[in-house]
């Protein structure tokens, strides 16, 4: 038995850390000679910290990564503002509580994050297979053959099942057939790529301009622990043709007039084309499609890498499941939780590009994902008659526990846990007695008097006849006031 997946960014990556922690074999291929060399995906939402908290590689990214830095807006070498995400926001500062440990998004180049996935991968007995592209996919009732150069030389690769994550180019997705619907804004390019820069001072996202106009700016980010600064400028197609670093060189002249910021040591660029599109299906048989080989869209409002990952945190504790017995119908709930999910991000980012940094009176836009849900999919179940602000699909919020332990600590690992309230607490809305069913990725799978009814929707069969695909743990939680006094550990029957 073994699944292939094919593209070691973090989709890819991260898949491959759910799948080697279950102890599923995996192959992890991707057609390039090394990781990603470049920040590109720099933002760490406060959903996907909570997802690397799980993983076992948050403090590895919290050590390498920092806050996100003030915006700060010169004319010339004039400041004429300085303000925190959160305001350019039009949201409150974000604060630490029990239910919501990591607040805030957090500042990592991307090549560090896929370095940490990569480092977890391989302590966990796993591999990434280099210079190796998938060149063709044949299924069969059984299995999928994939076909691949490794080198050069033509290989076939027997599995149980295909993942693709190779980017919004995606080889498995065109050799599928599957529809990309969308558009391509044909006359946006952005310049996006990693520099050294001397002559400017502070750490912040540097929005530099001639005149104080932010929708003409050169934008240049503060890297965490190294000299590079991220860069992102809109170009005219002309600009975007074979660019170099006297090309980046002239473009900051002409956008921001300065002399004193001398750009060196060119790094990485990429030519980033304004792509909003989204696949019509999610799975064909034995094949899955995630991260940005099933929807891509602006990187305004940081939402890419963060849904890639979740996609992936979401199909992994499946696919292990149906490795290890479980109905193969288990994966359908993939695409019906994970699609909806692609098609918001898909608006939310097509907006904040609009507004591209201009304020605004409408609605704040909520980045944090902590509001993502299942709700109404097929693995939400709730038999309450009147139900709470906390249901079935949601997040399950984190909690402080008497001990001073949390109850992300209870959750985190590959098992499914039941916690029975003595009342509410905060995030936890519930009635003496009422149990909640939180799944191995965090989202509360039920809600009620027995929610072990959901393992007979995961797992098949009915009483006396499951298999332990899912591991579960429990805990009673005696409540008083609105804190948690006692937790005990209960036998799983």
Request: negative net charge; glycine residues 12%; contains cysteine.
């Amino acid at each position: 038995m073994t699944v292939v997946i094919a593209g070691a960014g973090p989709t890819g990556l991260t898949l491959g850390v759910e799948l080697a922690r279950r102890g599923v074999p995996c192959r992890l291929l991707d057609r390039e000679s090394g990781l990603f060399p470049g920040s590109r995906g720099k933002g760490l939402q406060p959903r996907t910290l909570e997802v690397f908290d799980d993983l076992g590689v948050l403090d590895a990214v919290r050590a390498e990564g920092m806050p996100f830095p003030n915006f700060r807006l010169y004319s010339g070498t004039e400041i004429v503002w300085e303000r925190p995400l959160h305001e350019m926001l039009g949201i409150e500062d974000p604060q630490v509580s029990p239910s919501v440990p990591y607040p805030k998004p957090w500042l990592i180049p991307q090549w560090r994050t896929d370095r940490i996935l990569h480092d977890r991968f391989l302590a966990l007995g796993g591999k990434v297979e280099f210079d190796t592209e998938v060149t063709g996919v044949e299924q069969r009732a059984d299995g999928v053959t994939v076909s691949v150069l490794r080198k050069g030389i033509p290989e076939r690769i027997e599995a149980d099942y295909l993942v693709g994550t190779d980017g919004g180019r995606s080889t498995v997705r065109k050799l599928l057939g599957v529809g990309f619907a969308g558009e391509t804004h044909d006359t946006e390019r952005t310049l996006v790529g990693d520099v050294k820069a001397r002559g400017l001072h502070g750490v912040a996202c540097h929005l530099i301009t001639h005149a104080g106009d932010v929708t003409k700016r050169f934008s240049l980010w503060n890297l965490p622990n190294t000299d590079y600064y991220q860069f992102v400028a809109a170009v005219s197609p002309q600009d975007a043709d074979e660019p170099d670093l006297d090309t980046l060189r002239r473009i900051m002249l002409d956008r921001t007039g300065r002399t004193d910021i001398e750009l060196h040591d060119l790094r990485w660029i990429s030519v980033y084309r304004i792509n909003v599109r989204m696949v019509d299906r999610f799975r064909v048989g034995r094949v899955l499609l995630a991260g940005d080989a099933a929807h891509v869209h602006s990187s305004a409002s940081g939402q890419g890498l963060n849904t890639s990952v979740q996609d992936a945190y979401n199909l992994g504790w499946k696919l292990a499941a149906v490795m290890g017995g479980a109905p193969d119908e288990l994966l359908d709930s993939y695409e019906a939780e994970r699609m909806p999910v692609a098609a918001q991000v898909l608006g939310l980012s097509t907006e904040m590009h609009r507004r591209n940094f201009r304020p605004t009176t409408g609605a704040a836009p909520a980045i944090h994902q902590l509001d993502i849900t299942y709700r109404g999919g097929p693995l939400a179940q709730d038999d309450r008659a009147e139900k709470g602000q906390l249901q079935a699909g949601d997040r399950a919020p984190d909690g402080m526990l008497p001990d001073g332990t949390r109850l992300f600590d209870l959750f985190r690992g590959t098992h499914a846990t039941v916690l029975t309230f003595g009342g509410p607490i905060e995030g936890y809305d519930l009635a003496p007695g009422v149990e909640v069913l939180v799944r191995p990725d965090g989202h509360i799978g039920a809600v009620g008097t027995d929610v072990r009814q959901w393992l007979r929707l995961v797992e098949g069969g009915g009483p006396g006849d499951l298999l332990p695909r899912v591991d579960v743990r429990s805990y009673a939680l005696e409540v008083a006031g609105d804190r948690v006094h006692r937790v005990t550990a209960q036998h799983q029957p």
